[in-house]
Nanobody
Framework: QVQLVESGGGLVQPGGSLRLSCAAS????????MHWYRQAPGNQREWVAT???????AYTDSVRGRFTISRDNAKNTAYLQMNSLKPEDTAVYYC???????????????WGQGTQVTVSS
C-alpha cells in the first residue's frame, strides 16, 4: 500500500520554529512534485509550498521567506521548515503528491492524514 505520512506538528509560541516531515512508503516507482497544504478551522484548504522532482520550489506569498520546502529523494521524504511562526499559521498541514506504484503505469494523487500545527502563547 502506498501512503504519505506526516509528522512533526505541535504547539509552538509565536516566533518559534517547527519542521514537518512527509514520508512516502510502499511500492513506489516514482514521485512527482510534492506539496504542502494547510487548512485552518472554518477555512478552505490552501496550498502552501511545492518542491518538484528537480528541487525547484514555490511558495504562497504569506509564507515566502519564512518557510522552506525540501525533499530527500533517497528517503522519499519531503520537509517543511517553518520559522518565525505566527498565530495565523495555525492549521492542519497536509502533504500531497502524485506517485506511481511499481505495478502501475499511471500516477495517482495521494494525501497524508495531516498534522496539527498550533501557534499560540
Amino acid at each position: 500500500q502506498v501512503q504519505l505520512v506526516e509528522s512533526g506538528g505541535g504547539l509552538v509560541q509565536p516566533g518559534g520554529s517547527l519542521r514537518l516531515s512527509c514520508a512516502a512508503s510502499g511500492s513506489i516507482f516514482s514521485i512527482n512534485a510534492m506539496h504542502w497544504y494547510r487548512q485552518a478551522p472554518g477555512n478552505q484548504r490552501e496550498w502552501v509550498a511545492t518542491v518538484t522532482a528537480g528541487d525547484a520550489t514555490a511558495y504562497t506569498d504569506s509564507v515566502r521567506g519564512r518557510f522552506t520546502i525540501s525533499r530527500d529523494n533517497a528517503k522519499n521524504t519531503a520537509y517543511l521548515q517553518m520559522n518565525s511562526l505566527k498565530p495565523e499559521d495555525t492549521a492542519v498541514y497536509y502533504c500531497n503528491a502524485f506517485m506511481r506504484r511499481r505495478t502501475e503505469f499511471n500516477f495517482r494523487e495521494y494525501w497524508g492524514q495531516g498534522t496539527q500545527v498550533t501557534v499560540s502563547s
